[in-house]
T-cell receptor, first 115, second 113 residues
Framework: SAVISQKPSRDICQRGTSLTIQCQVD?????MFWYRQQPGQSLTLIAT?????????ESGFVIDKFPISRPNLTFSTLTVSNMSPEDSSIYLC????????????FGPGTRLTVL | DQQVKQNSPSLSVQEGRISILNCDYT??????FLWYKKYPAEGPTFLIS?????DKNEDGRFTVFLNKSAKHLSLHIVPSQPGDSAVYFC????????????FGKGTKLTVNP
């Protein structure tokens, strides 16, 4: 399976600032996804990062708050903008491999705390 | 509306015994189901999956059972080991690729030595 890394692994940020999270995969993948896991909750899909086009956002998530880039088949970024304490979560990148069958593989996550 | 439900937030079993983790779903369009394991400070790790055309899939100590009429699946771990202690997430998706995964809230399994 693909090896996925995320940067940073954790961060503590001030209210009103923005943080960009990077996701790097060691092989080309068709689909890249960004999830959020709030404390005690399930994983919730934020958006699908499409290579060469705008990301597709799930209900409740908007591009102004969570801008996403995907410049190529191995890299994506998620920015959490104008942060508030409610944005404190684990943010996870996942991928679906070329020729893969339904399984998604996850990165180690970025633990974000907003003060 | 929670389409995938894991009603037991936690489960504790003795080493060597069977662990049974349960998952219910409401969307009859789901046709592929996955289990993930998550250790603290790590991302979820894919464990095992099952297609709706099957009712059982086995991989070593892990077996997933699917009961489509009841919209229920379960993960059996036999024998349970202390290293299996983790949070287990059930996930489901609709047919084909590129459909999103819908996750349950997870069950924290503790295997006691």
């Amino acid at each position: 399976s693909a090896v996925i890394s995320q940067k940073p692994s954790r961060d503590i940020c001030q209210r009103g600032t923005s943080l960009t999270i990077q996701c790097q995969v060691d092989s080309q993948v068709t689909m890249m996804f960004w999830y959020r896991q709030q404390p005690g909750q399930s994983l919730t899909l934020i958006a699908t990062a499409n290579q060469g086009s705008e990301a597709t956002y799930e209900s409740g998530f908007v591009i102004d708050k969570f801008p996403i880039s995907r410049p190529n088949l191995t890299f994506s970024t998620l920015t959490v903008s104008n942060m508030s304490p409610e944005d404190s979560s684990i943010y996870l990148c996942s991928v679906e491999e070329l020729g893969g069958y339904n399984e998604q593989f996850f990165g180690p996550g970025t633990r974000l705390t907003v003060l | 509306d929670q389409q995938v439900k894991q009603n037991s937030p936690s489960l504790s079993v003795q080493e060597g015994r069977i662990s049974i983790l349960n998952c219910d779903y409401t969307n009859s369009m789901f046709d592929y189901f996955l289990w993930y394991k998550k250790y603290p400070a790590e991302g979820p790790t894919f464990l095992i999956s099952i297609s709706s055309i099957k009712d059982k899939n086995e991989d070593g100590r892990f077996t997933v059972f699917l009961n489509k009429s009841a919209k229920h699946l379960s993960l059996h771990i036999v024998p349970s080991q202390p290293g299996d202690s983790a949070v287990y997430f059930c996930a489901a998706r609709r047919g084909g690729g590129s459909e999103k995964l819908v996750f349950g809230k997870g069950t924290k399994l503790t295997v006691n030595p």
